[in-house]
């Protein structure tokens, strides 16, 4: 008797199955390589299916790397939500809290870190992404608003918060790029992040 022909192996994702397959697939390649040697072909391999696979869901290289960005930025603004509600609203400790989130988000991701900050080619076109960089942002304002008493926020608020991002972003890119410890400084990272969050905001109003 004739044996039957093997059923041949298919790729059997549901659309949005594939696609998180793929984002999964090229984040780990981003990590592990950087997103300077992060290829398709690659990719399709570590997920496990054709190489025609992303043109299914995605319009190039750029736009996969541009989906791996995104997801990782809803990620640190989403535990950035998650720490800061630990402390109480107005408090110094929350302002501290997101500086600690940001900087851990760069050591524990530190490729998909870089990708977010490197992606300068049609960036600005990436609505997703623009909206997404400018609701984390507008976070920090608002607890700075906050940490002063008000709900609302101005001019002098939008100024401390983004002092307050220019200070840990460097700080960020120092510890990923091992400069802090070729330099052998000897820091406790809470001690930092207090220390420049009483430099840029202040006491709170009422207190000498």
């Not at 890119?173 to 202040?202: H, N, P, Q």
């Amino acid at each position: 008797m004739e044996k039957s022909a093997k059923p041949e192996k298919r790729e059997s994702y549901h659309h949005g199955d594939l696609r998180s397959k793929l984002i999964d697939a090229t984040r780990a390649l981003v990590e592990e390589k950087g997103p300077d040697h992060f290829s398709v072909s690659a990719a399709c391999r570590r997920a496990g299916v054709s190489s025609a696979a992303p043109y299914k869901h995605f319009k190039d290289k750029e736009e996969m790397l541009r989906a791996v960005a995104l997801a990782g930025m809803q990620r640190q603004r989403s535990d950035l939500i998650e720490e800061i509600a630990k402390y109480e609203v107005g408090s110094v400790e929350r302002i501290i809290a997101m500086g600690r989130v940001y900087i851990r988000f760069a050591v524990t991701e530190p490729g998909v870190f870089r990708l977010m900050f490197g992606l300068s080619e049609g960036h600005g076109a990436h609505s997703e992404l623009v909206e997404t960089g400018n609701n984390t942002f507008a976070v920090v304002q608002q607890e700075v608003a906050r940490y002063r008493g008000s709900e609302t926020v101005n001019a002098s608020d939008e100024h401390q918060a983004f002092l307050l991002w220019s200070f840990v972003h460097g700080l960020s890119f120092l510890t990923i790029d091992g400069k802090l410890t070729e330099k052998k400084l000897d820091y406790d990272l809470e001690d930092v992040l207090r220390d420049i969050a009483m430099r840029v905001v202040g006491k709170p109003p009422g207190v000498a």
